[in-house]
Protein backbone atom coordinates (compact mmCIF):
# COMPACT_ATOMS: atom_id res chain seq x y z
CA UNK A 1 0.00 0.00 0.00
CA UNK A 2 1.81 3.59 -1.21
CA UNK A 3 1.90 6.00 2.01
CA UNK A 4 3.18 9.64 1.07
CA UNK A 5 5.13 10.98 4.30
CA UNK A 6 5.54 15.11 4.38
CA UNK A 7 8.22 16.27 6.41
CA UNK A 8 8.15 18.73 7.98
CA UNK A 9 4.65 18.86 9.35
CA UNK A 10 5.05 22.80 9.94
CA UNK A 11 8.07 25.29 9.02
CA UNK A 12 8.44 28.68 10.16
CA UNK A 13 11.15 30.83 8.36
CA UNK A 14 11.96 34.51 7.74
CA UNK A 15 11.40 36.16 4.59
CA UNK A 16 14.47 35.50 2.11
CA UNK A 17 15.85 32.43 3.40
CA UNK A 18 15.90 29.03 0.85
CA UNK A 19 13.81 26.46 2.24
CA UNK A 20 13.43 22.66 1.46
CA UNK A 21 10.20 20.80 1.84
CA UNK A 22 10.79 17.46 1.36
CA UNK A 23 7.98 14.05 0.49
CA UNK A 24 8.86 10.42 0.95
CA UNK A 25 6.92 7.47 -0.79
CA UNK A 26 7.14 3.76 -0.29
CA UNK A 27 6.39 2.29 -3.78
CA UNK A 28 8.50 3.61 -5.93
CA UNK A 29 6.52 2.20 -8.70
CA UNK A 30 4.93 5.72 -9.34
CA UNK A 31 3.68 7.55 -12.42
CA UNK A 32 4.62 10.98 -11.09
CA UNK A 33 4.50 13.26 -8.82
CA UNK A 34 2.70 16.51 -8.06
CA UNK A 35 3.34 19.41 -5.90
CA UNK A 36 0.23 21.30 -4.88
CA UNK A 37 0.01 24.57 -2.34
CA UNK A 38 -3.13 25.28 -0.55
CA UNK A 39 -3.81 29.17 0.98
CA UNK A 40 -6.18 28.55 4.59
CA UNK A 41 -9.95 27.88 2.96
CA UNK A 42 -9.02 27.70 -0.65
CA UNK A 43 -8.20 24.59 -3.36
CA UNK A 44 -5.56 23.85 -4.39
CA UNK A 45 -3.27 25.18 -6.71
CA UNK A 46 -0.94 22.75 -8.66
CA UNK A 47 2.44 23.97 -8.74
CA UNK A 48 5.04 21.28 -10.59
CA UNK A 49 4.52 17.91 -12.13
CA UNK A 50 7.14 15.42 -12.28
CA UNK A 51 6.88 12.83 -14.83
CA UNK A 52 8.27 9.37 -13.06
CA UNK A 53 11.16 9.32 -15.94
CA UNK A 54 12.31 13.04 -15.46
CA UNK A 55 14.49 14.06 -12.22
CA UNK A 56 13.48 17.55 -11.87
CA UNK A 57 10.83 20.53 -13.02
CA UNK A 58 11.17 24.01 -12.35
CA UNK A 59 8.96 26.69 -12.28
CA UNK A 60 10.19 30.53 -11.41
CA UNK A 61 11.49 29.76 -7.60
CA UNK A 62 10.56 26.68 -7.03
CA UNK A 63 12.53 23.53 -8.38
CA UNK A 64 10.90 19.93 -7.49
CA UNK A 65 13.09 16.97 -7.52
CA UNK A 66 12.38 13.41 -7.97
CA UNK A 67 14.40 10.16 -7.21
CA UNK A 68 11.76 7.47 -7.56
CA UNK A 69 14.57 4.95 -6.36
CA UNK A 70 15.01 6.18 -2.90
CA UNK A 71 11.04 7.43 -2.88
CA UNK A 72 11.95 10.69 -2.67
CA UNK A 73 10.74 14.25 -3.79
CA UNK A 74 12.16 17.54 -2.75
CA UNK A 75 10.52 21.17 -3.40
CA UNK A 76 12.98 23.72 -3.18
CA UNK A 77 11.44 27.04 -2.88
CA UNK A 78 14.43 29.92 -3.14
CA UNK A 79 14.04 33.48 -1.65
CA UNK A 80 11.38 32.90 0.13
CA UNK A 81 8.62 35.49 0.94
CA UNK A 82 6.18 36.19 2.80
CA UNK A 83 3.24 34.84 0.13
CA UNK A 84 4.73 31.73 0.35
CA UNK A 85 2.60 31.18 3.10
CA UNK A 86 0.67 28.38 2.44
CA UNK A 87 0.24 24.27 3.18
CA UNK A 88 2.31 22.38 0.66
CA UNK A 89 0.77 18.96 -0.41
CA UNK A 90 2.53 16.52 -2.87
CA UNK A 91 0.41 13.62 -4.51
CA UNK A 92 1.63 10.25 -6.04
CA UNK A 93 -0.30 8.98 -9.42
CA UNK A 94 0.48 5.64 -8.21
CA UNK A 95 0.74 3.06 -11.30
CA UNK A 96 -0.41 3.07 -14.94
CA UNK A 97 -3.88 1.54 -14.41
CA UNK A 98 -5.45 4.37 -11.82
CA UNK A 99 -5.58 7.86 -11.84
CA UNK A 100 -6.11 7.79 -7.80
CA UNK A 101 -3.29 10.30 -6.59
CA UNK A 102 -1.92 9.78 -2.83
CA UNK A 103 -1.50 12.81 -0.65
CA UNK A 104 0.46 13.22 1.89
CA UNK A 105 -0.45 15.25 4.62
CA UNK A 106 1.03 18.22 3.95
CA UNK A 107 3.68 20.88 5.29
CA UNK A 108 2.69 24.21 6.55
CA UNK A 109 4.43 27.16 5.72
CA UNK A 110 4.92 30.57 6.81
CA UNK A 111 6.95 32.91 5.93
CA UNK A 112 7.36 35.92 7.88
CA UNK A 113 8.66 39.65 6.66
CA UNK B 1 -10.84 29.75 -19.19
CA UNK B 2 -12.81 29.33 -16.01
CA UNK B 3 -11.10 26.82 -13.32
CA UNK B 4 -13.19 23.75 -11.71
CA UNK B 5 -16.08 25.37 -9.92
CA UNK B 6 -17.72 23.47 -6.63
CA UNK B 7 -20.80 24.78 -4.90
CA UNK B 8 -21.95 25.27 -2.29
CA UNK B 9 -18.78 26.29 -0.75
CA UNK B 10 -20.04 25.35 2.77
CA UNK B 11 -22.81 23.50 3.72
CA UNK B 12 -23.78 23.09 6.82
CA UNK B 13 -26.26 20.08 8.05
CA UNK B 14 -28.15 17.72 10.45
CA UNK B 15 -27.60 14.26 10.30
CA UNK B 16 -29.65 12.52 8.78
CA UNK B 17 -30.34 14.98 6.32
CA UNK B 18 -29.20 14.91 2.61
CA UNK B 19 -26.79 17.35 0.77
CA UNK B 20 -25.94 17.47 -2.85
CA UNK B 21 -22.30 19.07 -3.87
CA UNK B 22 -22.08 20.10 -7.72
CA UNK B 23 -19.00 20.04 -9.72
CA UNK B 24 -18.63 22.02 -12.72
CA UNK B 25 -15.14 20.77 -14.51
CA UNK B 26 -13.02 23.02 -16.32
CA UNK B 27 -14.52 22.99 -20.16
CA UNK B 28 -13.39 20.05 -22.13
CA UNK B 29 -11.87 17.70 -19.40
CA UNK B 30 -13.29 14.32 -19.79
CA UNK B 31 -11.79 13.39 -16.53
CA UNK B 32 -13.89 14.36 -13.36
CA UNK B 33 -12.78 13.33 -9.99
CA UNK B 34 -14.00 13.27 -6.29
CA UNK B 35 -11.85 13.63 -3.23
CA UNK B 36 -12.08 14.65 0.37
CA UNK B 37 -9.98 15.59 3.19
CA UNK B 38 -11.50 14.70 6.74
CA UNK B 39 -10.73 16.33 10.09
CA UNK B 40 -7.27 15.96 10.66
CA UNK B 41 -6.18 13.42 7.35
CA UNK B 42 -4.87 13.51 4.38
CA UNK B 43 -6.81 14.56 1.42
CA UNK B 44 -8.44 10.77 -0.52
CA UNK B 45 -9.68 10.15 -4.07
CA UNK B 46 -13.06 8.91 -3.85
CA UNK B 47 -14.08 8.16 -7.33
CA UNK B 48 -13.10 9.08 -10.96
CA UNK B 49 -15.40 9.51 -13.94
CA UNK B 50 -14.47 9.29 -17.64
CA UNK B 51 -16.89 11.32 -19.33
CA UNK B 52 -20.64 9.88 -18.13
CA UNK B 53 -18.82 6.13 -16.77
CA UNK B 54 -17.50 5.88 -13.37
CA UNK B 55 -13.88 4.43 -14.13
CA UNK B 56 -12.85 3.96 -10.42
CA UNK B 57 -14.86 4.20 -7.55
CA UNK B 58 -13.00 2.38 -4.93
CA UNK B 59 -12.18 5.22 -2.68
CA UNK B 60 -16.47 5.56 -1.95
CA UNK B 61 -16.67 4.93 1.22
CA UNK B 62 -19.84 3.10 1.99
CA UNK B 63 -23.19 3.19 -0.01
CA UNK B 64 -24.73 6.39 1.67
CA UNK B 65 -22.66 8.16 -1.29
CA UNK B 66 -24.24 8.68 -4.52
CA UNK B 67 -22.22 10.09 -7.87
CA UNK B 68 -23.08 11.08 -11.18
CA UNK B 69 -22.00 12.90 -14.26
CA UNK B 70 -25.13 12.48 -16.44
CA UNK B 71 -23.75 14.07 -20.05
CA UNK B 72 -20.39 13.67 -19.08
CA UNK B 73 -20.46 17.21 -17.91
CA UNK B 74 -21.27 18.40 -14.46
CA UNK B 75 -20.85 15.95 -11.76
CA UNK B 76 -22.77 15.61 -8.33
CA UNK B 77 -22.19 14.06 -4.99
CA UNK B 78 -24.76 13.15 -2.85
CA UNK B 79 -24.55 11.78 0.64
CA UNK B 80 -27.74 10.41 1.90
CA UNK B 81 -28.64 10.05 5.17
CA UNK B 82 -25.30 12.15 6.11
CA UNK B 83 -23.67 10.87 9.12
CA UNK B 84 -21.20 13.12 11.57
CA UNK B 85 -18.25 11.31 10.47
CA UNK B 86 -18.99 12.82 6.81
CA UNK B 87 -17.56 16.22 7.90
CA UNK B 88 -14.82 17.67 6.09
CA UNK B 89 -14.22 19.44 2.94
CA UNK B 90 -15.25 17.76 -0.51
CA UNK B 91 -12.91 18.56 -3.28
CA UNK B 92 -13.02 17.64 -7.07
CA UNK B 93 -10.59 17.82 -9.64
CA UNK B 94 -10.23 17.68 -13.88
CA UNK B 95 -7.98 16.38 -16.54
CA UNK B 96 -8.30 16.12 -20.30
CA UNK B 97 -8.20 12.62 -21.69
CA UNK B 98 -5.23 11.38 -23.35
CA UNK B 99 -1.72 11.07 -23.29
CA UNK B 100 -2.71 8.89 -20.51
CA UNK B 101 -2.01 10.56 -17.07
CA UNK B 102 0.41 12.66 -18.51
CA UNK B 103 -1.52 15.66 -17.39
CA UNK B 104 -1.67 17.57 -14.10
CA UNK B 105 -5.30 17.56 -12.01
CA UNK B 106 -6.55 20.97 -11.46
CA UNK B 107 -8.68 21.43 -8.54
CA UNK B 108 -11.69 23.25 -7.80
CA UNK B 109 -11.92 25.58 -4.06
CA UNK B 110 -13.91 22.74 -2.05
CA UNK B 111 -17.16 22.26 -0.29
CA UNK B 112 -16.91 22.55 3.01
CA UNK B 113 -19.17 20.24 4.71
CA UNK B 114 -20.84 20.55 8.46
CA UNK B 115 -22.47 17.61 9.64
CA UNK B 116 -24.20 18.31 13.36
Known amino acids: KQEVTQIPAALSVPEGENLVLNCSFTDSAIYNLQWFRQDPGKGLTSLLL?????REQTSGRLNASLDKSSGRSTLYIAASQPGDSATYLCAVLKSYNTDKLIFGTGTRLQVFP | EAGVTQFPSHSVIEKGQTVTLRCDPI?????LYWYRRVMGKEIKFLLHFVKESKQDESGMPNNRFLAERTGGTYSTLKVQPAELEDSGVYFC??????????????FGPGTRLTVT
Open chain 1, 50 to 54: IQSSQ
Open chain 2, 27 to 31: SGHDN
Open chain 2, 93 to 106: ASSPLGQARAYEQY
